[in-house]
């Protein structure tokens, strides 16, 4: 079966004007179909036609295939990615917050340690907030790294490519970063994330 574009969890014009209507077209619609489309291509024909997303990860990972890893890793990470985001505010609750409080003291630490992270990165990449070890930390990862398979769980995570913000923050990454985690963490999502046995899967 093959992989497919899952659609957004909300409307296209519903996280303006942090990311504009116009960049989640793009966003979605071009960047993450086309690595969607790449992956399905490469594993056509072969073992790995009616894999999960994240087994084709692990394989092309195992194999040193860097072109199935790039595009199966980036389908999964821009999946996780609109889901990390609502149009609604919201803070941590329960469980989770008790988390962000051991971990980090509070969650304006968090926020400050997501966005100091995320302006910190060099070039393209990801900041992620994963559950490892029985506790929360901010993490980076380049490129296509992802935190799809292995031990740490992740729990939310925001793009720091260029094409995620340009059109609407231009070379400004540190407002775009700002407003989205100020703004749109989608920390429902990231609870069920926290509570699950294993990690999120990419839908099927």
Same mark, same amino acid.
Not at 19 to 23: D, E, Q, V, W, Y
Not at 138 to 143: A, F, K, L, P, S
Not at 167 to 173: A, I
């Given at each position: 079966?093959?992989?497919?574009?899952?659609?957004?969890?909300?409307?296209?014009?519903?996280?303006?004007?942090t990311?504009?209507?116009?960049?989640l077209q793009?966003?979605?619609?071009?960047?993450?179909?086309?690595?969607?489309?790449?992956?399905?291509?490469a594993i *056509?024909?072969?073992?790995?036609?009616? @894999?999960?997303?994240?087994?084709?990860i &692990?394989a092309?990972?195992a $194999? %040193?295939? =860097?072109?199935l890893?790039?595009?199966?890793?980036q389908?999964?990470n821009?999946?996780?990615y609109?889901?990390?985001?609502?149009a609604?505010?919201?803070?941590?609750?329960?469980?989770?917050?008790a988390?962000?409080?051991?971990?980090?003291?509070?969650l304006?630490?968090?926020?400050? *340690?997501?966005?100091?992270?995320?302006? @910190?990165h060099?070039?393209?990449?990801w &900041?992620?907030l994963?559950? $490892? %070890?029985g =506790?929360?930390a901010?993490?980076?990862?380049?490129?296509a790294a992802?935190?799809?398979?292995?031990?740490a769980k992740p729990l939310?995570?925001?793009d720091?490519w260029?094409h995620?913000?340009y059109?609407?923050?231009?070379?400004?990454?540190?407002?775009?970063l700002?407003?989205?985690?100020e703004k749109?963490?989608?920390w429902?999502?990231?609870?069920?994330?926290?509570?699950?046995?294993g990690?999120?899967?990419?839908?099927?």
């Open positions: 079966m093959a992989i497919t574009l899952p659609p957004l969890p909300y409307a296209d014009t519903a996280l303006e004007p990311i504009s209507a116009t960049t793009t966003h979605h619609g071009k960047h993450h179909k086309a690595y969607v489309d790449k992956t399905n291509a *056509e024909g072969t073992d790995l036609a009616d @894999a999960s997303l994240e087994d084709i &692990v092309a990972e $194999k %040193g295939d =860097k072109g890893f790039n595009n199966s890793a389908s999964w821009h999946a996780f609109w889901n990390s985001m609502a609604e505010t919201s803070a941590p609750e329960g469980e989770l917050a988390a962000i409080d051991s971990a980090f003291g509070s304006e630490k968090l926020q400050e *340690e997501l966005a100091a992270q995320g302006t @910190a060099f070039a393209s990449g &900041v992620w994963v559950a $490892k %070890g =506790k929360l901010v993490e980076q990862t380049h490129d992802t935190f799809a398979t292995g031990d939310l995570i925001i720091l260029e995620a913000y059109l609407d923050h231009k070379n400004l990454r540190p407002a775009y700002k407003a989205v985690i749109h963490l989608n429902t999502f990231a609870a069920e994330n926290l509570a699950r046995e990690n999120w899967t990419y839908p099927a």
